[in-house]
């Protein structure tokens, strides 16, 4: 069993950063694919962004790519979100989640991750 817990979330001014952490129960962290999902208010989750499971390779959605960066400590079992550029749009509950391996079918989709976290919300004033 994995188990995920987001913190970092908060109330910041637009053009502010913020820094999400995620971290990982689990003796084969170092395996698993990490993404950030989010969930503004009366919307759909959305996937933003992932890392393979060295951390040499994160990807974007196209709304946060050059704002957001992804990162991971496989020692601290740890995965982070770095937010810089905040806009009132990037107000949401934000999630991570694990993907086990093997992999299948798109990164992106929430259906390809078994485990989540229970999310941490940040909420981007104008």
């Known amino acids: 069993q994995v188990q995920l817990v987001e913190s970092g979330g908060g109330v910041v001014q637009a053009g502010g950063s913020l820094r999400l952490s995620c971290a990982a129960s689990g003796r084969t962290f170092s395996s698993y694919s990490m993404a950030w999902f989010r969930q503004a208010p009366g919307k759909e989750r959305e996937f933003i962004g992932g890392?393979?499971?060295?951390?040499?390779?994160?990807y974007y959605a196209d709304s946060v790519k050059g704002r957001f960066t992804i990162s991971r400590d496989n020692a601290k079992k740890t995965v982070y979100l770095q937010m810089n550029s905040l806009k009132p749009e990037d107000t949401a509950v934000y999630y991570c989640?694990?993907?086990?391996?093997?992999?299948?079918?798109?990164?992106?989709?929430?259906?390809?991750?078994?485990?989540w976290g229970q999310g941490t919300r940040v909420t981007v004033s104008s």
């Open positions: 989640a694990a993907r086990i391996p093997p992999y299948g079918g798109s990164r992106s989709a929430e259906n390809q991750y078994d485990y």
């Open positions: 890392i393979n499971w060295t951390g040499a390779m994160a």
